[in-house]
Every structure is written in C-alpha cells, then in structure tokens.
C-alpha cells in the first residue's frame, strides 16, 4: 500500500507541473495532499486503496482534458466539472486533516478514519468523475460543426433507432442536471429504501398526496440515491410542471417541458418522436413533477393526447417514470405502483422543526411545541413554514404559540407561492378544473369533512346529507385530488388543511347541511339505548362528531341541545365510557333560570359519565353542581340522587365515615322534607351500605327502614343486603342460606342487580364455607347474566372465580381466568380504574398464595399507588397487609411491623375496627397461613414489644 501512495503521489505531482490550469493544479495538489496525510498518519490505510485508484485517475483524466488548455481558454462545460471535482476534494482534504489535528491533540501518533466514511467518499469521487465525463461528452457533441468525424459517430449514436435526426437538434444538447437532493430530508429512510428497490426493479412509481407533503422532496432525492445514480448515470431527469396552468396547458406545452428537461429541442410535426429517440439510446429515470396540472388539463385535446403519450414514453424499454401528483387520475395505460405519501413520524418532525428554529429547544415550552406539531398532523410543509417564520419574525416560543392559537393558519402563510404559504398551496388543489366542477356543492362538502373531528362517515353520508344528492361523487372526487383522504370508514382531512378550510370555507350556522347532520346525529342519540344495536354502533363510530355538533349547538342555542346533550352523554357511558370534551362546553353556557334543569341533568349524566371512569373527584364536583341547580328548581328527588350518588362514591373508596356523615346531614337539610318516601328509604339504603362497613350498628338494625319500601326493587335489595349483613356480623350461616335462596327466587327477570346481590351473597357463604365448586358455579352464573353488556361486572366476578381457584390450590387456572380477559373487557378495564385495582389486588393475591412473593410484592407496590391517585382507602389497606405478610416471611419483622401500623391508621380513617378489616369482603382475606396481622393485633412475638 505505502508503493502504490508513493508511486500515486508522485505521478500526481509530475502531471500538477504540465497542466497549465492554476485550477487543475489546484485540484492535483489537493489530491496529492490527501493521499500524503493518508500515507503519514492514517493508520488504516489498506481502506484507502480504492481512494487511491480514484485520484490516480484524476490525473490521467486532468493530463488528457487540461494539458494544452489554461483557465482562460478554459470550455464553460469543462470548468463547471472542474469546479465540482475541486469542491469535492477540498472537502475530503479538510475532513482528513481535521482528522489529523484530532489525533495530534490526543497526541496519538496515527489515527484511524471510519470505513463507512470512506466509502462515502469513494462514491463521491466517482460521482464527480462521470458528471467529468459527461460534460466532455457534451463537449464533444456542441464542436460537431468542427470536427465532422465526431458528428458522424454522434448521429449514427443517436439515429440507430429511427435514423431520423430531423427532428433532434443535437447542436444545441444542453445536459440538465436534476435538482439538488434536499438539504433537510428526514423520516423517509424506509420509504426511499422501498421506491428505490421498485424503480431498480423497473417499476412506474406515482407519488400521491396533498399539498405540503414532501412529494417533489421525495423524488429529488430518489434521484440522488446510489443504487439509481448507478443504474442511470447522468441520464436521470427532472420535469417540472408546477409553474403551468391546467387550463392553459396543452399538449405541445407539455412535451416541451419534456423534451427541455432532457437537454433537447423539438422540431417538426410530432413532437414525442425526438423524445422517444433521446429515451431510446439509454436507460433514463425521469421525474414528472407535479402531474395534476396536465393531469386536469381544461383542453380536451391536452386530455386525450397527454396518457397515452406517457404511456408510449414509460413503454420504452429501460424508461422509469416516477410521477408526483395530488390527483389519481394518472395514465390509465401505465402500470403505476401508486404510493400514499404518509405525514412524517413525530421524531422526523421535530427535527426538521427545532433545526430550523433551534431556539424552541432551549425553551421551557419544548413539550408545548411538540403537541403543535401534532396538531399539525406532522405535515412537512406546515412544520417548515411555521419553523421559518418562527425564526424570520425572532418570535420566541411563547409568541410562536400565542399566534398559532389565535390565527392558526394565517400564521403558515408567510410569504407567496406554494413553498411559501399554505394558502397559495389549497388554491392550487381548491383551483383545479375538478373541484371547480363541482361547484359550491364541493366547497360545502369540504367544509363539512373539516368541521367534523373524524371527517365524515362514508357509510352514513348520505343519511347525514341527504340534501347533496351528489356526495359520494363528490367524495370521490375531492379523494381523488388529495384535499381529502378515506381512513376505515371515514373521509378525513389533514390538519393543516382542516384548519385552512376552517379559517376560509367556514359553514353558516343557519346552514341546511349542518342542520341536517344535527338532525340525523339527535335522532340516533334519542332512540339509543343500553342495548348493542345499530344505534349504539354509530354512537360508538361517530362519537367525536356528535360531541362537536352537540358543543357547537350549546354554544348557539343550549336549551334546544341540552336534551340531546344529556341523552349522548348517557350513551357514552352505556357504550363507549371515555373523556368528553364536552366538561367545557356545559359548564361555560351562560344560565337562566328556564334552563337550570336541563343544564342540570347534563352536569348530572357528565358526573355519572366521569364516575364510571374512575375520574371520582371530578365526579363528585360536578354532581354538587349539579345538586346545586337541582335545589334552585326545587326539584329535591334529583338533589337526593346527587347527595346518595357522592355518598356511594365515598363508601367505594372505602371511606365509610365520609359517606355515612354526607348522608346524615343530608337528613336534616330542608329537602328531606319534601321526599318521597320511596326515596327517602334510598338514602336508607346507602346510609346503611357505609353502617354495615363501620360496624356501628347491629345486623339486626341494619336496611329495616329501606326494606319496608313501597318501591319493590329497593326494598327487595335491602332485604337481600340484610341478610348479608347478618352473615358478615357472624349470623346463623344456614338461615342466610335459606333466606338468600328465598329472595333470589323473588327477582324477575328484570331486576337483574338484585338477582345478582342475592347470588353474590350466596357465593360468599360457599366460599366461606370451603365449598368452592359451589361458589365458582354460582360466580359464573352472575357472569352469564352481565356478560355481551356489562364487562365491568364480567371482568369483577371472573376475578373473584381465580380467588376461588387460587384457593382449591389451583393457581395455574386462577391465572388463566385473572389474566386472559376478553380484549373487549380489557378495553374498559383500561377506563375503570376500580375495576383495575379489584383485579390488580386478587392477582397480587393468588401470587403471594403460589409463593411468588417478588411479583406478589411489585403488584402490592403498584396497587398501593394507585390508590393513592385514586383515594381509595380499603385497597390501601389490604395491599399493606400484603406487603407485611411478605416482609413477616422473610423474618423482616420491623417492615412487617410498619406496614401494619400503617393499616390501623388507615382503618382509623375508614372508620372500620381493625379486627372487621375483611369482615364486609371475604374474597379479600389472605390464606390462614399468613398469620403476621393476625400475631401483630394480638401482640404475640414478634410483635410483643411493639404494642
């Protein structure tokens, strides 16, 4: 290797004495200077060779093209490569010497520079050693009137398929090189690899999408990929028609275009005949860019002549078309591989955003901006806008985010053209002969999908807009020029373009369409109820747009919504339980006195909505709200629902003491006076349900007053819940059976939570009683009467079966039943976070019942947080009796004694007796075996000295 540097380096510097170009010699000495610190202090020199072979060939090349022609002789074709060939090596040369000068600092004698570094090099050189030759070649063509010899050879070249140079004027070739491969280009790594194999592959590539979307970017710099700059060589061209109006264009201006992206001029009768005679001589790639402007062409002639021309073009043997265009309506006679150009991904988008603005990344607002760019949809030409004129204006990143919240897509609009301003990017798509076609028709259409958040339900557009007799057609069309895009089942709109819509195409409010979408969404709402029918189902589909129509019609005219309002939020929680925009929407409607009900039963349906989420303080305070206005219309039965609703809440944390204090003091407010009797006993009821948890009264007080109840289901549960009060007080296990039995065989059909309680109960005294096969046959009956519509209860009770099954020692099936949830209960498993901790806490049981105390432990540990979040009091509990059992077996004695000083506090808070902890949940004792607790309130070693 050192020989073939020495011999290199010296042939080089011979070749630097003869050429007479300070330019050429500028380049040798370069390259000589590179190949001397290569030789001197590079440690991996065997990587160079390859290096090596380019630079000698820069000699021979420089001694054959330069040596009788100094710079002011110099051809502008020649010194445009060699300008290229000089910037190429001044570059390699500083790089390899800063590599140099790092290896002096660390006084390393040698240092070694990365392969991959090398390699890229290597293609760089060669790279500027065809474009070299190129433009030689093109030299030889344009001194054809002088040297005949050569002309001949370059007509037989270019003749040798049709013989035909009439229409070529090959004087004035002029190479075009394609543009430059764009600067700032991330995200697209696995997209480039994909249209790279296919275009090597010979595949016609059309690149859909709309505006903004980075499809030009995307085909520059296919361009400029190895494998393609290799398989195409200086025959890869780009043809722009952004710069053309489609009803202008014809078909003449469009293989003019063509013809003078390849460096050629057409003459005579048929213009496709020189190009088909270029394209003919060598395999080319070219880039058709921004199809839709001949693609919508206005002139009928421009229509029917412009496919099958490319058609004839992309049938030419080693011909590769690649076009980019926002419409569908490609050459019909082309076998296109149609590509949808997604959004970036969001790491991609921040690049691009904070490279462009890095001011935004040393802010505090950093997270702020990463929601904006989400907001965005990631759409590159609107992160690029908003970056630029973020840092155009010297805006810091409060203002950036000020001005977008108040202007939205004014903010992208900071200069002219469609690389400047998003508007002048819409007009080009909303300016097209068909979206101007469809008339006002479209435009509302448009309008339409950007006001609702999921777009428009393409199975249900023309019940939403029966007035469009046209909208699918319509659909279809604005689909087929990229403004809109289906996803499943919907016709959606990128943000960007959503909130251009907005600001410029906004809907009346006395709009029929509108009115008609409010009309279709109202009556599904109202004729859906607890059962899974096509109702539900739209509910579940649409409900994002039935939330926006609603917020909208709240804020317009509120005592026609609240109804439809109160109805949908109803529906959410029946079928769909998740978090509602619509919080807002209600409480910031301006009230009067006819509306206060109404409003009432929103913010009343909103709590319930908001409790089965397990969101309970916000539940709590909106019920209050909601008990507020009911008291104002004196409409005292709803104010009972509020307080017992809060009351229950309570008593499911566990907080006993809370729920039981609400309650009594709701029994000396002045609307106890005014209750119905039926109700009255209600508030009994949950008074009771707190009573039995606190152990303050005997079982034989307890849900008396509520079982005398005229209203049959109340009293039914009461007389249901009495004798399981008895049973959990250590009453007379075979007459709780007996009446138990009695009071189910009293449920109907219908009064299914009685029914359950009743078996609930029931399952209980089996389970306590060690007859486990008795209390998993009766769990499954209750989990066949709520299963397909109640999966909380499904989900609560198939826990309950692994307690049982961990129990009979059974540990491989009570994982199974703990673990393997149906996917549609764990869909709302993830929404109630009760449920999450009921199931959390019986599996951590069963672990630490299996003898797997680590991950007994995590669980407990994870439990315990939660309830933290969510003020659950009695779970707390039961997973710190957990955790000093674990540390009571590992002789941890001081731990175990923490953890259970810390239950009596909680127990304290609860107002439950420690001794009672489990005596309301039997499913929740621990085996016999964990004796910690029991040892810790009696006192008994080890516990002795701590009491």
């Known amino acids: 290797m050192s020989q073939l540097l020495d011999v290199t380096i010296a042939g080089i510097s011979a070749i630097q004495i003869v050429v007479p170009s300070d330019l050429a010699k500028g380049v040798l000495g370069t390259v000589a200077s590179i190949l001397m610190t290569v030789q001197s202090v590079i440690k991996n020199k065997s990587d160079f060779q390859a290096i090596v072979k380019k630079c000698k060939t820069i000699g021979e090349i420089l001694e054959r093209e330069m040596k009788d022609t100094t710079d002011d002789d110099l051809p502008g074709y020649l010194a445009h490569a060699l300008s290229e060939l000089n910037s190429l090596v001044n570059d390699i040369n500083n790089k390899v010497v800063s590599k140099k000068k790092q290896g002096l600092f660390k006084r390393f004698l040698s240092v070694t520079i990365d392969r991959d570094q090398i390699a890229s090099w290597e293609k760089d050189i060669d790279s500027a050693l065809k474009l070299f030759d190129t433009e030689a070649l093109v030299g030889i063509a344009m001194r054809m009137e002088e040297l005949p010899g050569i002309t001949t050879r370059v007509e037989e070249l270019v003749s040798r398929i049709d013989g035909n140079l009439t229409s070529v004027n090959v004087l004035k070739y002029q190479p075009i090189e394609p543009p430059s491969r764009p600067s700032m280009f991330y995200g697209r790594d696995d997209l480039m690899a994909e249209l790279t194999t296919l275009v090597v592959n010979g595949e016609h590539i059309a690149l859909i999408g709309p505006g903004g979307m980075g499809k030009s970017s995307l085909a520059k710099a296919i361009l400029h990929e190895p494998l393609i700059i290799e398989k195409f060589a200086d025959r890869r061209f780009f043809v722009a028609y952004d710069d053309l109006d489609p009803s202008t264009i014809t078909f003449e201006t469009f293989m003019t275009h063509f013809a003078g992206a390849l460096g050629i001029e057409i003459t005579g009768a048929d213009p496709l005949r020189p190009i088909s005679t270029f394209l003919h001589s060598a395999s080319a790639l070219v880039v058709l860019d921004n199809a839709e402007t001949f693609e919508e062409a206005s002139a009928l002639s421009a229509l029917e002549k412009i496919p099958p021309a490319i058609a004839k073009i992309a049938n030419i043997r080693g011909i590769i078309l690649i076009l980019t265009s926002r419409s569908r309506r490609n050459a019909t006679d082309v076998l296109w591989t149609m590509i949808d150009i997604p959004r970036l991904d969001s790491s991609s988008a921040e690049r691009v955003f904070f490279q462009t603005y890095p001011r935004a990344r040393c802010s505090n607002a950093e ?252 539940a709590m305070k909106i019920y209050k709200a909601a008990e507020a206005l009911f008291l104002a219309t004196g409409n005292h039965e709803m104010v009972a629902e509020c307080v017992t609703k809060c009351a229950d809440t309570y008593r499911c944390q566990g907080r006993f003491i809370q729920s039981q204090q609400l309650l009594e003091g709701f029994q000396c407010s002045e609307s106890w006076e005014y209750l119905s009797e039926p109700k009255k006993d209600e508030v009994w009821y949950f008074l009771d349900r707190a009573r039995m948890c606190t152990f303050t009264a005997s079982a034989d007080e307890l849900f008396v007053k509520s079982s005398d109840s005229e209203g049959h289901l109340c009293g039914l549960e009461s007389k249901i819940w009495h004798w399981r009060a008895k049973f959990c007080y250590g009453g007379d296990i075979v007459q709780v059976t007996e009446r138990l039995k009695n009071l189910l065989l009293q449920c109907t059909i219908t009064e299914v939570y009685a029914r359950c309680d009743a078996l609930q109960g029931l399952a209980e005294v089996a389970f306590c009683e060690s007859r486990p096969s008795e209390a998993m046959d009766i769990l499954q009956q209750i989990i066949e009467i709520f299963k397909g519509e109640h999966s909380d209860n499904v989900l609560w009770h198939t826990a309950l079966k692994a307690v049982v099954a961990s129990k009979q020692g059974d540990h491989t099936l009570a994982r199974e ?61 039961y997973s710190k009796r957990g955790l000093g059992e674990i540390a009571f077996v590992h002789d941890d004695f001081a731990l175990a004694a923490r953890c259970f000083t810390e239950i009596g506090s909680l127990c304290t808070e609860m107002g439950v007796p420690e001794r009672h902890l489990y005596s309301c949940e039997p499913y929740y004792v621990l085996p016999d075996r964990f004796c910690g607790w029991t040892l810790f309130l009696e006192g008994q070693s080890p516990f002795a000295n701590n009491m």
């Open 367 to 618: 997270e702020e901006i990463r929601d904006l760019l989400r907001e965005l949809d990631y759409h590159p030409l609107s992160i690029n806008l908003l970056a630029h004129t973020a840092r155009q204006n010297g805006w810091s990143p409060a203002i950036l985010l000020k001005r977008w919240n108040n202007q939205h897509s004014a903010v992208l609009n900071p200069g002219k053209g469609k690389l400047q301003s998003l508007s002048d990017t819409m007009q080009l798509s909303l300016n097209s002969p068909s979206i101007q076609d469809l008339g006002e028709d479209g435009r509302l259409t448009l309008a339409i999908i950007a006001f609702l958040p999921q777009g428009l339900n393409d199975n249900l557009a023309g019940n939403l807009l029966p007035s469009l007799q046209e909208v699918d057609k319509i659909c279809d069309v604005l689909c087929r020029q990229s403004l809109v895009y289906r996803d499943k089942n919907f016709i959606k709109v990128l943000a960007p373009i959503r909130h251009y819509v907005q600001d410029s195409l906004s809907i009346p409010d006395s709009s029929t369409s509108l009115q008609e979408i409010r009309t279709f969404y109202y009556r599904t709402v109202e004729q859906c109820s607890e059962e899974q029918d096509g109702h539900a189902n739209i509910i579940i589909s649409d409900h994002f747009n039935i939330e926006c129509v609603v917020a909208f019609y709240l804020a317009h005219i509120p005592e026609e919504t609240y109804r439809a309002c109160s109805k949908f939020l109803n529906c959410l929680t029946w079928h769909l339980p998740c978090p509602t925009t619509l919080t807002p929407a209600i409480f910031n409607v301006v009230e009067k006195s006819f509306t206060y009900e109404p409003k009432a039963y929103c913010l009343y349906n909103l709590a319930w909505l908001y409790s089965t989420l397990s969101q309970l303080t916000d």
């Open 817 to 877: 039943l703990i673990y393997k949830a149906p996917e549609s209960s764990q869909y709302f498993e993830l929404r109630s976070a009760f449920v999450f901790l009921h199931r959390s806490y019986t599996a951590a049981c069963i672990e630490l019942t299996a003898g797997a105390y680590d991950k007994a432990e995590s669980r407990f540990i994870t439990i315990i947080e939660g309830c933290d979040i969510q003020g659950h009091l009695d779970l707390k509990a």
